[in-house]
C-alpha cells in the first residue's frame, strides 16, 4: 500500500474512533493528520489535506487544542499558525482519559452526590429504592473515576506490565 491511501485509511478510521472518545469524526480525522505529519501544519495544510472549509479547520484545530492534544506552533519568518500534534501515544490516550473525567465522569459525580440523600422518610419504600440506587450508581462510578484517576497518573511501564500481569 502506498503511502497516500495508508494515510487516507488511518484518518478515515481514525476518525470513526474520534466518535468512541466523545468527538465528531473531522476533529478525529484533524488530529490524525496532525499526528502523522512530520512537521507542523497550516491551517491551510489541513484545509487541502482533509478538503474541508477554513472555519471546519480552524473549529477542530481550535477544539483539540482545548482538549490538549494538539498545540501551536510559530515558523520563524512566518505569519501563518502551524500545528502540531502529542506523537506520545501514551500521553494522547492519558489525555483523552483525562478530558472524558472532566467533561463525563466529574458532572455524573457532583449530580450523584446532590441526588444520594433524598429528604424524607427512610421508611419509604420510594426514599429508600431511589437513595439505593443513586448510591449504587454512584459507588460504580465512583470506582471507575478512580481507576481513570490511577491509569492518568500511572507510568506507562506500570500500566503495560500491570495489564499483561492481568492477561495471564
Not at 134 to 148: Q, R
Amino acid at each position: 500500500m502506498k503511502l497516500p491511501e495508508a494515510k487516507d485509511k488511518f484518518m478515515q478510521a481514525w476518525g470513526t474512533l474520534g466518535s468512541s472518545w466523545g468527538i465528531n469524526r473531522t476533529m478525529a480525522q484533524v488530529h490524525a493528520l496532525l499526528l502523522i505529519s512530520p512537521d507542523p501544519l497550516s491551517a491551510e495544510d489541513i484545509m487541502e489535506e482533509l478538503k474541508i472549509s477554513r472555519g471546519n479547520a480552524n473549529m477542530n484545530v481550535r477544539a483539540l487544542i482545548d482538549w490538549g492534544l494538539v498545540s501551536k506552533t510559530f515558523k520563524s519568518g512566518e505569519r501563518k499558525e502551524f500545528f502540531s500534534a502529542e506523537k506520545d501515544i501514551w500521553k494522547v490516550a492519558t489525555q483523552v482519559m483525562k478530558e472524558r473525567r472532566k467533561r463525563e465522569l466529574e458532572p455524573v459525580l457532583k449530580l450523584l452526590h446532590e441526588l444520594s440523600n433524598v429528604e424524607g422518610d427512610k421508611k419509604d419504600k420510594n426514599i429508600k429504592a431511589f437513595n439505593d440506587s443513586i448510591n449504587g450508581i454512584k459507588g460504580v462510578v465512583s470506582k471507575a473515576d478512580k481507576t481513570i484517576e490511577t491509569i492518568i497518573k500511572a507510568d506507562e511501564s506500570w500500566f503495560v506490565g500491570s495489564f499483561l500481569k492481568l492477561m495471564k
